[in-house]
Every structure is written in structure tokens, then in C-alpha cells.
């Protein structure tokens, strides 16, 4: 994949789109965050054996969150999109730690199988961009 900005904005856009339908009136909002390294997308992992996998690749390394957010606007179908990324840092781990990791469960349901604890957590760190951007949604949501 070469277009990791158009993916997310797709994937994004495919969730508002499959959701605007069914709103009569108001606003979608959604989006989709991936990690992205090496020229490939780290989604979630399927299991606790692909978060290792995917644990072990990223420990030790700067790689990129991308998210897309599309705003839909009904009844008029008026659409707003953006994409945001941000630089992240995930620390080597251990044997002993990345299974106390793998322990906690947080690799479930997140994209990159962590999950930010915020400004100081102990195994991620923000390099450049935005932290609300890792944890959920991109800075304009949260002032």
C-alpha cells in the first residue's frame, strides 16, 4: 500500500457512508486510526500471538498513527473530511514485560495492539503530533 492517507479517509468515509442512511437528520461522525510502519497497515491484532508479533516489530521503533474522520452532515449530504498522524515511539520490551503486557489485554481492539495510558505512559510515547489523536480522535475534538 502507498497511499496510507487516502486508506484511512476511505475506511472512514466507508463507515459514515454505511451508517448516514439511517440518520433522518443531524451528524455522522466517524473515523479509523491505524499504525503504520515499514510501508504496510498494523491493524488490530487478531489474537494475543499476533500482538506479539506486532508488539516485538514496532518495540524500539518511531512509527505513524494515521486516523481518517469524516463528518456527515443529513439530510443534505454535506461531507467533511480530514486525516491526521501522528509520530509514535513504542518501547523494546523484554520477554518478562511483553508478556505482563500481553497480560493486561490492551493489545485487544487497538490498532498497533497497545493502548496509550496518556502524557506519561511507561511504554509509549508521542514524538510529534497530537495525543488525542493516538487515544481516540484528532485535537479539534478535545480543544
Known sequence: ??????FVQQ?????AAAVAPRVAE?????????AWIDGAVIGKPADKADARRILTQLGGRE?????????WRRPDDVQLAWQE?????????????LSAYLATRQWA?????????????????VVQGSLSNVIGLPNGFFG
Not at 498522524?85 to 514485560?97: A, G, P
Not at 490498532?111 to 511507561?122: L, M, T, V
Open 1 to 6: 500500500m502507498r497511499d496510507i492517507r487516502a
Open 109 to 125: 481492539n487497538n490498532s498497533g495492539a497497545y493502548a496509550i495510558e496518556g502524557p506519561n505512559d511507561p511504554y509509549v510515547r
Open 26 to 34: 443531524g451528524i455522522v461522525l466517524t473515523a479509523d486510526t491505524v
Open 63 to 71: 512509527h505513524e498513527l494515521w486516523t481518517g474522520v469524516c463528518l
Open 85 to 97: 498522524v501522528t509520530r509514535v515511539w513504542f518501547q523494546r520490551l523484554e520477554e518478562k514485560e
Open 11 to 15: 475506511v472512514a468515509w466507508m463507515k
